[in-house]
């Protein structure tokens, strides 16, 4: 049975490789690809965000009743990493390397503690506690 925790906890490890593609692009200064990679990177992480914002976040929510918990905090964590691409694509179209692998740190840092956060916690919490609702939960995010 495919599970929450697997779906999402995949799709990660996609956005850590985008990022990673991104990163190498910058910093070989080939700021049209770097923009390219931008693009995808940054296409790729708000799709997640959606498939969690829209719809994992608010079944997890109506089931458990927790609307102040750990989908807030997710959510906060989400809004910071939204301004940080913001600061991303100035520093590409500025092609300031510098300043984009200072603020490209602290997104790594974030996200793999952001990641690790929903790997550990939220998502085992959505596996057992949607149930029955798994699968369809999946593929309504599949459907975004």
Request: glycine content about 2%; overall charge negative; proline content about 1%.
């Amino acid at each position: 049975m495919n599970t929450i925790s697997s779906f999402l906890t995949s799709d990660h490890r996609a956005c850590d490789n985008e990022f990673a593609n991104l990163e190498n692009t910058v910093a070989s200064q080939d700021w049209e690809e770097s923009k390219t990679q931008f693009d995808k990177f940054s296409a790729d992480l708000l799709h997640h965000f959606d498939m969690e914002e829209k719809v994992m976040f608010p079944v997890f929510e109506e089931v458990t009743g927790m609307s102040q918990g750990p989908t807030m905090v997710m959510r906060m964590e989400h809004s910071q990493m939204r301004n940080i691409l913001d600061d991303l694509k100035t520093d590409i179209e500025k092609k300031d390397k510098n300043h984009f692998f200072g603020v490209s740190e602290s997104l790594m840092m974030l996200m793999q503690q952001h990641n690790m956060k929903e790997e550990q916690m939220l998502y085992a919490m959505a596996d057992m506690h949607l149930g029955s609702l798994v699968s369809k939960v999946i593929e309504d995010m599949k459907a975004l």
